[in-house]
Nanobody
Framework: VQLQASGGGSVRAGGSLRLSCAASERVFKISEIGWYRQNPGKQRELVALIGSGGSTKYADSVKGRFTISRDNAKNTVYLQMSSLKSEDTAVYYC??????????????WGQGTQVTVSS
């Protein structure tokens, strides 16, 4: 399974962006899908997760501003980002954890998309 992330760009503080992450094929079983972000010299951090049942989890720093959602028919997960702040600047990565078939664990990462927020 390959993941293609898109939607990043440059935006002013207070603006919005929507990231998309499309899977190249349907995944046999998804445990969770997540968006992470990373800046140079820093660890990758969790931004948002959506579980197989639709439950969501957000980093405290993005609660109320970001929304993760999924479209199973399109094999795509989204991250709607609003009220962006300069500290949201990072490369954003999507991740899918689960099983690609009944016997093979899957832990796939997208290539990353840059988000730059200017103040």
């Amino acid at each position: 399974v390959q993941l293609q992330a898109s939607g990043g760009g440059s935006v002013r503080a207070g603006g919005s962006l929507r990231l998309s992450c499309a899977a190249s094929e349907r995944v046999f079983k998804i445990s969770e899908i997540g968006w992470y972000r990373q800046n140079p010299g820093k660890q990758r951090e969790l931004v948002a997760l959506i579980g197989s049942g639709g439950s969501t989890k957000y980093a405290d720093s993005v609660k109320g501003r970001f929304t993760i959602s999924r479209d199973n028919a399109k094999n795509t997960v989204y991250l709607q980002m609003s009220s962006l702040k300069s500290e949201d600047t990072a490369v954003y990565y999507c991740n899918v954890a689960g099983f690609s078939d009944p016997w093979t664990r899957l832990d796939a990462w997208g290539q990353g998309t840059q988000v730059t927020v200017s103040s």
